[in-house]
Nanobody, 124 residues
Framework: QVQLVESGGGLVQTGGSLRLSCAAS????????MGWFRQAPGKEREFVAT????????YYADSVKGRFTISRDNAKLTAYLQMNSLKPEATAVYYC?????????????????WGQGTQVTVSS
C-alpha cells in the first residue's frame, strides 16, 4: 500500500512557475512508476507526465512538453513536477499517481494509487 500526498499548488500569474511535490509512504517507492495527471472543471482527467523508477525515462503530454519537468528523489520518497511558463489552461487539480510496474504509462487506469490532488490556478 502506498499513500500519496501532493503539495505545492496555488495561484500564479500567466508565465509564472510552480513546483508540485508528491510525498509517498512506504519503502517500496523506488519500485513504482510515478505519474502526474490533472483535471480541469468540467473536463476529464488528462495525463501530464510520467517517470520510471530510476528517473532515467520520462514522458510528457504534448501540451506541457518543454515547459514541465517531472523528477523524483527515491531517497526522499518524493516525486516532483516543475511547471514553468504556466498558461491559464493549466488551471486544474493536479494528482500524482503510482503504478506497480517498471513500464511508464499515460493511461490513468493503469495506476494503482492516487493522491488527493492539489489545486493549481493560473490567472490571466
Amino acid at each position: 500500500q502506498v499513500q500519496l500526498v501532493e503539495s505545492g499548488g496555488g495561484l500564479v500569474q500567466t508565465g509564472g512557475s510552480l513546483r508540485l511535490s508528491c510525498a509517498a509512504s512506504g519503502r517500496t517507492f523506488s519500485s513504482y512508476v510515478m505519474g502526474w495527471f490533472r483535471q480541469a472543471p468540467g473536463k476529464e482527467r488528462e495525463f501530464v507526465a510520467t517517470i520510471n523508477w530510476s528517473g532515467s525515462s520520462t514522458y510528457y503530454a504534448d501540451s506541457v512538453k518543454g515547459r514541465f519537468t517531472i523528477s523524483r528523489d527515491n531517497a526522499k520518497l518524493t516525486a516532483y513536477l516543475q511547471m514553468n511558463s504556466l498558461k491559464p489552461e493549466a488551471t486544474a487539480v493536479y494528482y500524482c499517481a503510482a503504478k506497480r510496474s517498471l513500464i511508464t504509462s499515460s493511461v490513468g487506469d493503469a495506476y494503482d494509487y492516487w493522491g488527493q490532488g492539489t489545486q493549481v490556478t493560473v490567472s490571466s
